[in-house]
């Protein structure tokens, strides 16, 4: 007893130091979280009052993809802001930036929640798809949509297609739709698409550009390209050139960079189901609706000894999301490192087509050879690769997407995974 005595005030003294370390880690540089931007707030603010469902006024929804990674949110954010600022007056409509997720699942993205933060924007000022009923604003003839971090509808909105009026966007160009009297028309494969942004906000609207937002951007701008590393090829003169003059308004941004990029990969208390959700897009091509997961901070080793049933979680994943493919791509956090890939499908022709489609991309580790093998009884067939640490989902995808595409599934009423 007197040895515990004797040691325990040496024990709180160390958890004290532990938890400041700790508070230090995650606090913010003075100048950007206190106040944010008042005229990107102010903006916001006034968004949120619209009251959409009984509005006689036409909105143009600035809306991000499906799986609302932060390049997606701010993205949405900004072009929005920018678009209002620059189009709204003359077009009388008001650009809403909307945050493609239900509200609830914003808890799943810790590192879009510190960055809101850290730009001073509360998340109570945004709009998310579950609080804006498009569908209504749509048979009224009040929407527009504008997509911004995606070129192609999610699955259940491309009948939205004829409403679109304008992309911004960095992936591989999908669109379906002519391109006229489009209001703003950007598709580059760069590595951000808040650097396709920032650039319009400087060839037009330098004014518009705060510290608290062009911090905003460059965070964002850095995640995407990984901090510019070289190793991973994630972005291009496009980025460098919006990164360099962001830095001309705002302060370096390496320790922001570094916590955002913790908490990108804090994977703690989620669920598996939670996981799969967290960065999700879901895609169609011909007859078949596929998904895939991205989730960094794990590798597919601790995936499993966090879930014994991952195999058979994938395949129930896919049920309810009425899926005949899943994919799950995996990076334990270290850019180094290669990526892994797992596919699961009860189709076996669906699951080997993208499996070659997998292996002809040249993002498969030479000395990896992948095998189609039953890994749980809930499942038909799987396949695993080991990657290349470059292979991101958005070089990964178009593969998948064009494999898929060639291939018809005559389809049962329901996929049973069980």
């Not at 040895?3 to 995650?26: H, M, Q």
């Not at 669109?175 to 006229?180: A, D, G, H, K, P």
């Not at 169609?284 to 991205?294: D, K």
Request: aromatic share 8%; proline share 4%.
């Amino acid at each position: 007893m007197d040895y515990i005595k004797s040691v325990l005030p040496l024990l709180l003294f160390g958890l004290c130091i532990t938890l400041i370390e700790a508070s230090d880690r995650f606090r913010l540089p003075r100048g950007h979280l206190q106040t944010g931007d008042p005229q990107l707030n102010s903006y916001l603010k006034s968004i949120k009052a619209l009251p959409f469902s009984s509005l006689d006024t036409p909105i143009c929804a600035v809306l991000g993809n499906e799986a609302a990674d932060i390049d997606s949110i701010a993205s949405a954010v900004s072009l929005g802001y920018f678009l209002q600022e620059n189009h709204g007056r003359n077009m009388t409509c008001s650009f809403v930036p909307v945050i493609n997720i239900p509200r609830n699942d914003l808890v799943l993205r810790r590192d879009a929640e510190f960055l809101l933060s850290f730009a001073g924007i509360d998340p109570v000022d945004l709009t998310f798809v579950d609080e804006i009923n498009l569908d209504d604003l749509a048979i009224r003839n009040l929407l527009k949509l504008v997509l911004v971090d995606h070129n192609v509808l999610a699955f259940k909105q491309q009948h939205f297609a004829p409403l679109v009026i304008g992309v911004v966007d960095h992936h591989h160009n999908e669109m379906r739709v002519e391109l006229i009297d489009f209001l703003v028309h950007r598709v580059e494969p760069v590595g951000s698409a808040c650097s396709l942004i920032a650039l319009e906000y400087l060839a037009r609207s330098p004014q518009l550009l705060s510290p608290n937002l062009a911090a905003f951007l460059d965070v964002v701008i850095q995640m995407d390209t990984r901090n510019f590393s070289t190793g991973e090829r994630k972005f291009t003169l496009v980025d460098v050139s919006a990164h360099e003059s962001l830095l001309e308004i705002t302060d370096s941004l390496g320790q922001i960079y570094s916590v955002v990029d913790e908490l990108r990969n804090d994977n703690s208390g989620f669920s598996t189901d939670e996981l799969f959700r967290k960065d999700l897009k879901i895609r169609i091509a011909g007859t078949v609706r596929y998904g895939i997961s991205s989730i960094t901070g794990l590798s597919m080793q601790q995936l499993y000894d966090r879930d014994a049933s991952l195999f058979a979680r994938m395949g129930q994943f896919a049920l309810v999301n009425e899926l005949e493919l899943h994919c799950v791509l995996v990076s334990n956090g270290n850019h180094d490192r290669a990526r892994e890939l797992v596919c699961v499908s009860k189709d076996d022709h669906l699951l080997s087509t993208v499996s070659n489609a997998v292996v002809r991309s040249g993002f498969v580790r030479a000395e990896t050879a992948p095998a189609v093998q039953s890994r749980d009884e809930a499942i038909d067939w799987n396949v695993s690769f080991e990657l290349e640490s470059v292979s991101s989902r958005k070089r990964i995808a178009p593969f998948i997407q064009q494999a898929v595409s060639s291939i018809v599934v005559f389809k049962e009423p329901k996929c049973n995974w069980t």
